[in-house]
């Protein structure tokens, strides 16, 4: 029997017949609340001015002498794993979005794997800040519908208090440490699972979010910025000016190209950065409060944690309505910026 040539190259993929379902979730925040009032203790500034700017009134933290991103990314995997009912041997991948990992090498990944006896999955990290989670489930879900992956967990976890200079109060009273999981797995049914993703870079504003490790890192324009190396840096006008922007922009770009309306989706699950550029961009829109979820005045800004802990807070309440759409949106350092939106 004669074989099509095809001058070299591999025949491209069949298309995709088979869905994606979220199985299950999971999230972990640490018991250690840092409160506005314990920033008042520590810094100029006050419980009134941290919540009129940011919504913020306690965030989480980890106690950095014993804990770190791992230890909050394996608690949220365990967790995620008991909700859908899974062993660990029965991932064959394992993503986790994360910009605090204590380690380059092992990754999180691999390290929060080998230790609930994942024998049978890859690991492996990905780093784009607070849009990391948004951007591993989409290229989890992508997996898993071509058949390259069948049972993936997406990690998004951040120890924000390892990278935080706390004599700084424009930058380190906006964070704090949380991590969330969701399960996928395929389904027989093409219909379920992401309907439409986008993800968006701009590299030419990375100075806006940034963490120097050494003074060539630091441009001119911030030498004389005085928060330490290692350490978190923010131009805040140019990040609230961006993110106001773009989250609109990108919730606008998911409802135009799938043809859903802010009526037809159960839940608009978006990365907790501020209240205000939350509430911005849901009166432009005209997205009933009820439909996006905050949670940013109990745990500030989580970075890659903060979309998939509300997904899980979202999910255990029964919010994430079944046959019903719902949208992840996130943008963060990079700069970068994802949406995913799911039929359930």
């Known amino acids: 029997m004669s074989v099509p040539s095809t001058n ?5 993929p069949p298309t995709p017949t088979r869905g994606v379902r979220i199985l299950g979730t999971g999230s972990f925040v640490p018991d250690r609340r840092l409160t506005n009032a314990d920033f008042e203790r520590m810094l ?3 419980d009134e001015w941290i919540v009129q700017r940011t919504g913020i009134r306690e965030r989480r933290v980890l106690d950095l002498r014993t804990e770190g991103c791992s230890t909050i990314a394996q608690r949220a995997l ?7 009912g899974l062993k660990p041997t029965d991932l064959d991948l394992v993503v986790v979005a994360t910009v605090t990992m204590e380690m380059t090498c092992p990754s999180v990944a691999c390290r929060i794997a080998g230790a609930i006896g994942a024998t049978n999955a890859a690991a492996f990290d990905l780093g784009a800040a607070c849009s990391g989670f948004v951007y591993a489930l989409n290229v989890a879900e992508s997996m898993v519908r071509m058949g390259r992956a069948r049972t993936v967990a997406v990690i998004g976890a951040e120890a924000m208090s390892s990278i935080l200079d706390y004599t700084d109060r424009a930058v380190s009273i ?9 399960i996928i797995q395929a ?3 093409p219909r379920v699972g992401c309907i439409y993703q986008h993800m968006g870079a701009d590299g030419s504003g990375w100075q806006a979010l940034y963490i120097p490790r050494r003074e060539s890192d630091v441009p001119a324009e911030d030498a004389a910025n005085p928060i330490r190396l290692g350490c978190l840096r ?18 606008e770009d998911a409802f135009a190209k799938t043809g859903l309306t802010p009526n037809d989706v159960s839940q608009v699950i978006c990365h907790q950065s501020n209240v205000r550029i939350i509430d911005a961009a849901r009166e432009k829109l005209n997205i009933d409060p009820s439909k996006i979820y905050v949670n940013i005045d109990r ?3 989580s970075s890659a944690g903060s979309v998939p802990l509300c997904l899980d807070e979202l999910w255990r309440a029964g919010k994430i309505t079944p046959g019903k759409p719902f949208m992840l949106v996130a943008f963060g350092g990079g700069l970068t910026w994802a949406s995913s939106v799911w039929q359930t």
């Open 8 to 12: 070299g190259m591999l025949p491209p």
């Open 78 to 84: 365990e967790r995620a794993l008991e909700s859908s």
């Open 234 to 251: 923010m131009n805040g006008k140019e990040v609230f000016r961006f993110a106001v922007t773009k989250f609109k922009d990108v919730m």
């Open 299 to 301: 745990y500030g800004n």
């Open 187 to 189: 389904d027989p049914d």
């Open 174 to 182: 906006l964070f704090g440490d949380a991590a969330g999981c969701a």
């Open 44 to 46: 100029d500034t006050s």
